[in-house]
């Protein structure tokens, strides 16, 4: 009898169990279908895809794959066709007609007896851009993974061709949306002097998703969640696009604003790398901007300071301790670069930081107005830097600093810094500062601006926060430093 019971109650709970599961996994698939639907309905808004025709072109495919990490078996062409295939699903249930260039793995070369003197990379994008005049398409959307010689770039990139200001309309729309994929780096939409983007008669865009060469980014690019993020993102830019065209009539001024540049403002963030600095978590919680952290090398948190600011999408530099004319330089840090060293020396140390924050795209000085005067010594640096294809940022710590001139000749890319946003402490001087540093990039074109983590860090972290909302709104795009620089 008592055995029965036990037998009841287990099959009772069996049951139970069951149907528990079965109503989990009906509430799973149930949730997943509305959250693309409710995602759906927010992009197809007002019939804004009505009657449009988009033409996407996954990049390269057949005899030429793109990028590629061989021996992870990845290829740029099939993250591309990936990618576009997505966008695909997402936007033909918008009432949008869309053409893809490829659906499989081909290219279109001509044969060598018809592509005449064209060599077969022309003769492939002629083809392409042939079917989108054709179709008559609104629209030409080329979707491309990046790669650089290092891995320490990454981001996704619309680019647009200058001379037509829809194309940059829609590469702004696409790098918004772009730009709000969480942990994304904050790249802005540039210009690009692209054969497509020359070429096309309606406006046109070449989005590069992310780049290979990142390890970060490579293994998110081969995501389905990633690609999907991805491809959400450019259905909703191109959504922002036809919206926005559809006003144009009404007030066809908006575009002539926006297709004047706006101010770019760049604000790198010292002395990160240190346990002791205040303000660095509250610098890091500054996500949602393109902010640059300059991290000090041999300190107790810079790999890992290094490493997160690479995973939260800052860009990332290595702040070099140099030797000062005078002043305390117990506040150099260990591993700096000091006058009296040889060759050998400096590039032993230059390695050593270089190795601790591979992720760099560059370096400026911490401290260095002895050091940064003396070409043969800065001269070294550059020599460094260049190999390892890094930036310099001159933080202009001695106005006689021969920093260019030594860039210059090392074939290195040179900025230097306009603005010290907290020599004083107080909030409301480093609050001033910034809308000083906006005034400039306003006179200039642009500006850069540095403050510290460190005994102001809780002040320029919050005049940061209460700051950088205003200056958008005024029209002051924020970049990294990395695209504020001058090309010798
Ligand atoms: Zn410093």
């Known amino acids: 009898m008592r055995n029965l019971i036990i037998l009841i109650i287990h099959k009772k709970t069996l049951l139970i169990i069951f149907l528990l599961l079965v109503a989990l996994v009906l509430t799973c698939t149930c949730n997943e279908q509305e959250v693309f639907t409710s995602t759906l309905g927010e992009i197809f808004g007002p019939l804004c895809f009505v009657n449009k025709k988009i033409f996407i072109d996954p990049g390269h495919g057949g005899e030429d794959p793109g990028c590629s990490d061989t021996r992870q078996k990845i290829f740029e062409e099939d993250i591309n066709l990936r990618v576009g295939q997505l966008i695909h699903e997402i936007l033909v249930k918008s009432g949008a007609e869309i053409t893809m260039s490829r659906e499989s793995d081909r290219d ?58 829809y194309s940059l309309l829609l590469a702004r729309s696409i790098q918004e949306h772009l730009r709000s994929i969480p942990n994304m780096t904050k790249r802005t939409a540039k210009p690009g002097d692209y054969y497509i983007l020359k070429k096309t008669t309606m406006p046109s865009v070449i989005v590069e998703m992310g780049y290979l060469s990142n390890s970060r980014e490579r293994e998110l690019l081969v995501k389905a969640d990633y690609q999907k993020a991805v491809a959400l993102a450019i259905s909703r830019g191109l959504a922002d696009y036809f919206t926005d ?17 706006k101010p770019k403002v760049a604000i790198v963030i010292d002395d990160v790398g240190t346990s002791y600095n205040k ?6 919680a500054l996500q949602q901007y393109p902010l640059t952290l300059a991290i000090m090398p041999n300190m107790e948190n810079t790999t890992e300071h290094s490493l997160r600011a690479d995973r939260s999408g800052f860009e990332v530099l290595i702040h070099m301790p140099m030797e000062p004319e005078n002043g305390n330089t117990s506040w150099l840090g260990p591993g700096a670069i000091k006058n009296r060293m040889s060759k050998e020396e400096i590039n032993n140390n230059l390695n050593i930081a270089f190795g601790q924050i591979p992720n760099a795209v560059g370096m400026n000085n911490h401290m260095g107005s ?106 002051i795009e924020l970049v990294f430093v990395s695209e504020l620089l001058n090309d010798f």
Do not use: W
């Not at 070369?109 to 989108?132: H, I, Y």
């Not at 065209?245 to 540049?261: G, H, Y």
């Open 279 to 284: 303000g660095v978590e509250e610098i890091f």
């Open 108 to 165: 279109y070369v001509l044969p060598k007896e018809q592509r005449g003197n064209q060599t077969k990379k022309r003769s492939d994008l002629n083809f392409r851009l042939q079917m989108a005049e054709d179709l008559q398409a609104d629209v030409f959307v080329s979707l491309h993974v990046n790669a650089t010689q290092r891995g320490s770039y990454s981001g996704a990139e619309a680019f647009y061709n200058p001379a037509d200001p």
């Open 245 to 261: 065209r559809a006003k144009d009539s009404e007030m066809p001024a908006a575009l002539q604003v926006l297709a004047t540049e």
């Open 370 to 475: 002895l050091i940064t005067k003396n070409k043969e010594k800065m001269r070294l640096v550059m020599d460094f830097l260049h190999d390892k294809e890094m930036l310099f940022l001159d933080s202009r710590t001695n106005s006689a600093s021969v920093c260019r001139e030594a860039a210059q000749e090392a074939g290195v890319k040179y900025a230097k810094r306009d603005i010290f946003l907290d020599s004083r402490y107080d909030y409301a001087s480093i609050t001033k500062q910034i809308y000083k540093l906006a005034e400039l990039a306003r006179q200039n074109g642009y500006a850069i601006g540095i403050g510290h983590v460190g005994p102001q860090g809780l002040n320029t972290a919050k005049a940061l926060a209460d700051t950088l909302p205003i200056l958008e709104e005024q029209g």
